[in-house]
């Protein structure tokens, strides 16, 4: 048999290698333990509206974080700690207006604040400026589509006055969580109000179906009697089973394919409540 060859065993003093390859290579530019402390009596301070996050060197104390209030007693009291730390100089964001208690009460605690201010290039300002005609064009748009349809809801003969017949009150949602914002424009008219008008009913009290009453009436209409029942209704909307049955046994199973923008909607309308904050929601969630 060959016999092994005995490699040396390394000394633990001698040092790996350090390979030539993308791995082996040596960073340029200087690591942060590198860099010269130019302010060693410097700390940070990141503005909110609710909260103050502060931060002074490692060493300072066993709490180097600390988070205050925007309060006059409680910047007063992040001023007195800054300076038993031994700060001279703070460290913020000029952006907004959260930051401009915080600067006046550490000048009166002679602490110096240094603020970073933005570098707003003039592409920039001019990039900023077109997109602000944008969203204001946009506006006007919607505005103006807001004001048709007003109008061509008018044409239609009211079923119900609610000046005789008042808007019975919103049914009461509980609030489950944090509350959501509402990232749909509100139309510059009441919905509400029209819809009930249009269909003799408040339809916007549907879970799930808040949201999209013109969609509905644009189009259904509101002329029901072409559908004799309420199965010849969600059958021409393509929402039934429509299952292949055969001597008794079913062969297939599953919903007709039909291009029906109605039946999309109510799709969405049951998918919603998911979301919504009202106990259909909870009832679908869970």
């Known amino acids: 048999m060959p016999k092994q060859e005995k490699h040396p065993e390394k000394s ?43 931060a002074v060197p490692s060493g300072r ?68 400026k077109q997109s602000r005609r944008s969203y204001q064009h946009c506006q006007e748009q919607i505005a103006a589509c807001d004001e048709k349809i007003e109008k061509l809801l ?13 808007l019975p009150p919103g049914r009461k949602r509980k609030q489950r969580g944090r509350k ?4 749909n ?7 509400r109000t029209e819809s009930y008008k249009l269909f003799g009913v408040d339809l916007t009290q549907v879970p799930g179906l808040m949201a999209m009453v013109l ?16 199965a010849h209704f969600v059958s021409w909307l393509a929402l039934c089973p429509d299952n292949d049955v055969s001597g008794g046994r079913v062969l297939w199973r599953g919903v007709r394919k039909v291009h029906d923008r109605a039946g999309r909607l109510f799709r969405l309308t ?17």
């Not at 008018?154 to 008042?166: K, N, W, Y």
């Not at 959501?180 to 990232?183: H, Q, R």
């Not at 424009?185 to 919905?191: E, L, Q, T, W």
């Open 185 to 191: 424009p509100k139309p510059g008219f009441d919905v």
């Open 12 to 54: 633990a003093e001698e040092k790996p290698r350090v390979g030539k390859g993308k791995r082996g290579r040596k960073r340029k530019g200087m690591c942060l333990g590198d860099r010269p402390v130019l302010e060693p009596n410097a700390a940070g301070i990141d503005t909110g509206a609710r909260e103050i996050f502060v």
């Open 61 to 128: 104390g066993e709490n180097p974080v600390r988070v205050f209030l925007p309060f006059t007693e409680d910047l007063q009291e992040m001023a007195k700690w800054l300076v038993s730390r031994g700060i001279a100089t703070v460290t913020m964001e000029s952006t907004g207006v959260y930051w401009i208690p915080p600067h006046n009460v550490l000048e009166q605690y002679g602490v110096k604040p240094c603020l970073l201010e933005g570098n707003w290039r003039p592409e920039h300002l001019f990039t900023l």
């Open 180 to 183: 959501k914002k509402n990232v």
């Open 154 to 166: 008018a044409a239609f003969q009211p079923r119900v006055d609610p000046a005789e017949q008042p």
């Open 215 to 230: 969609t509905l009436f644009s189009e259904v209409g509101r002329d029901m009697s072409r559908w004799p029942t309420a």
């Open 270 to 286: 049951a998918q919603s409540p998911h979301h919504e904050q009202t106990p259909m929601g909870t009832i679908s969630a869970g």
